[in-house]
């Protein structure tokens, strides 16, 4: 019993060198709240969304980069939703409001399109997806230069999270 503790001790301390030795690292980011395994430190760029439902929302891109392979979490803060409808005063809202509901609600599906409307890419995977009970899509795609995207999007506490793991042909996916 004691050599099978050992055997898992060594090998968690053999995968962890391992993992610090590729650069990687749990990224915390506590203003858009998540964290994820990283090869370091992001770009961060400030984004407007363009929602479904004709509406601008703030955001950021994370971006990192290890060799060929690409990886980016975009996150778009829905938390003015209701007033960012408001203002755009678009002739469907007569007579009611309700559309900024609508469309957080409609965000992972109108993410998810967008990539499926990519010229050129052919979707190998798609369906509903959940982590922790937080619901979402998940889709696998060839790209038209032979890369291969794997991405999550999830809805949570009025925050859309885009996970992009773009690997080079002939990689393995992205854990």
């Given amino acids: 019993m004691r050599v099978i503790g050992l055997t898992t001790a060594l090998c968690a301390l053999l995968l962890a060198q391992t993992v610090s030795a590729q650069g990687w690292t749990e990224y915390v980011n506590k203003v ?10 992001p770009t961060t760029m400030t984004i407007t969304w ?5 509406a601008k929302f703030p955001g950021r891109v994370y971006r990192w980069e290890q060799a060929a392979n690409r990886y980016s979490i975009t996150v778009v803060d829905f938390s003015d939703a209701e ?3 408001a203002a755009i005063k678009h002739e ?7 559309y900024w509901v609508i469309d957080i609600a409609a965000s992972v599906a109108h993410a998810a399109r967008l990539y499926r409307s990519k010229a050129g890419v052919v979707v190998t995977y798609d369906a509903f997806h959940y982590v922790n009970l937080i619901t979402g899509h998940m889709l696998q795609l060839t790209n038209p230069d032979a890369t291969r995207s794997y991405v999550a999007i999830y809805l949570h506490e009025n925050r859309l999270y885009v996970l992009d793991a773009t690997v080079a042909r002939g990689q393995p996916p992205p854990l």
């Fill in 32 to 41: 858009d709240r998540f964290s994820v395994p990283a090869p370091g430190e």
């Fill in 50 to 54: 363009d929602s479904e439902y004709g």
């Fill in 83 to 85: 007033k960012i409808h």
């Fill in 92 to 98: 469907a809202y007569v007579g009611g409001v309700g």
